[in-house]
């Protein structure tokens, strides 16, 4: 089993930064690919960025493609996403997820096996 916990969220002005990052326990995070989701107010989750089990291969939402950046340190069995020019829009729990069985194809309709318990993100205009 993994077990994940998120860190980093907070209150910033839009135009900042902040740094999320993800610490796994349990089985070996190379065995999982990696992603973040959020979930704004009123709004259905929805996937941000996911990364491959090795990190050569990332991707992003069109929404944030540009401006977030995705990482992985496997040996620290952590993942990071780094937001920068942060826009009020961006406002919404985000949280980590681990999947499994992904191949990489289709990451928003891959089944995420774990989460994480969510962190929020609010950016003020």
Avoid: H
Avoid at 35 to 41: A, D, E, H, T
Avoid at 95 to 102: E, F, I, N, Q, R
């Amino acid at each position: 089993q993994v077990q994940l916990v998120e860190s980093g969220g907070g209150l910033v002005q839009a135009g900042g930064s902040l740094r999320l990052s993800c610490a796994a326990s349990g089985r070996r995070s190379t065995n999982y690919v990696m992603g973040w989701f959020r979930q704004g107010p009123g709004k259905d989750r929805e996937i941000v960025a996911a990364i491959s089990r090795s990190g050569s291969s990332v991707y992003y939402a069109d929404s944030v493609k540009g401006r977030f950046t995705i990482s992985r340190d496997n040996a620290k069995n952590t993942v990071a996403l780094q937001m920068n020019s942060l826009k009020p829009e961006d406002t919404a729990v985000y949280y980590c997820a681990a999947s499994g069985t992904s191949t990489g194809s289709d990451y928003s309709r891959d089944t995420w096996d774990y989460w994480g318990q969510g962190t929020q993100v609010t950016v003020s205009s």
